[in-house]
């Protein structure tokens, strides 16, 4: 069965420091993987998607393999950077299933 | 303004009443969600539609219902059956073949009162 797992529920960093926020799957195929952030009072929207290998607002996302990892990394956390933020792995583009998600805190 | 519309945002019932959720999008999707959005359990998939008059169950889909009579409509059924009703609900829609990026509804609450 398909399985999305975020350890953490909460992250809290102060402004400047490096982020990591991890996300580990496990199911079989490959995988199209997202990464999806809830601001307060926003929709939850599209943070980055591995298959573009973009960097969005400072965020990167790596997808290994080996360890069926997609952790979301940023170098110097803001303060605007603080939100929900959820892993999304889809075993196929037409159904998405979502990481419990982790709240990231970024203190000034 | 094109988007993702759902409604009532707020919503009270009493335990045994049925209550639909309304979910209207604009933006000429063919694939629609609905998820359940509760603390510490992330979103977890109830029921999803890849085109009109088809659906498929999601992973907590017991005590719901929906339909896809539209393609731009996909109401939520919750059901005097579902045993705790209280959550967020969070509706969604992309394109069909898209590579995977989902819009997302503002969400409806529902308090069982």
């Known amino acids: 069965a398909q399985r999305v797992t975020q350890p953490e529920k909460l992250l809290s960093v102060f402004k400047g420091a490096p982020v990591e926020l991890k996300c580990n799957y496990s199911y079989s195929g490959s995988p199209e993987l997202f990464w999806y952030v809830q601001y307060s009072r926003q929709r939850l929207q599209l943070l980055l998607r591995?298959?573009s290998r973009e960097s969005i607002k400072g965020f990167t996302a790596d997808l290994n393999k080996g360890e069926t990892s997609f952790h979301l990394k940023k170098p110097f956390a803001q303060e605007e950077d603080s939100a929900m933020y959820y892993c999304a792995p889809g075993l196929s583009t037409d159904k998405l299933i979502f990481g419990t998600g982790t709240r990231l805190q970024v203190f000034p | 303004d094109g988007g993702i519309t759902q409604s009532p945002k707020y919503l009270f019932r009493k335990e045994g009443q049925n209550v639909t959720l309304s979910c209207e999008q604009n933006?000429?999707?063919?694939?629609m969600y609905w998820y359940r959005q509760d603390p510490g359990q992330g979103l977890r998939l109830i029921y999803y539609?890849?085109?009109?008059?088809?659906?498929q169950k999601g992973d907590i889909a017991e005590g719901y219902s929906v339909s896809r009579e539209k393609k731009e409509s996909f109401p939520l059924t919750v059901t005097s059956a579902q045993k705790n009703p209280t959550a967020f609900y969070l509706c969604?829609?992309?394109?069909?073949?898209?590579?995977?990026?989902?819009?997302f509804g503002e969400g409806s609450r529902l308090t069982v009162l």
């Open positions: 969604a829609s992309k394109l069909q073949g898209n590579t995977g990026e989902l819009f």
């Open positions: 591995h298959i």
């Open positions: 933006l000429n999707h063919d694939a």
């Open positions: 539609s890849q085109i009109v008059n088809d659906f």
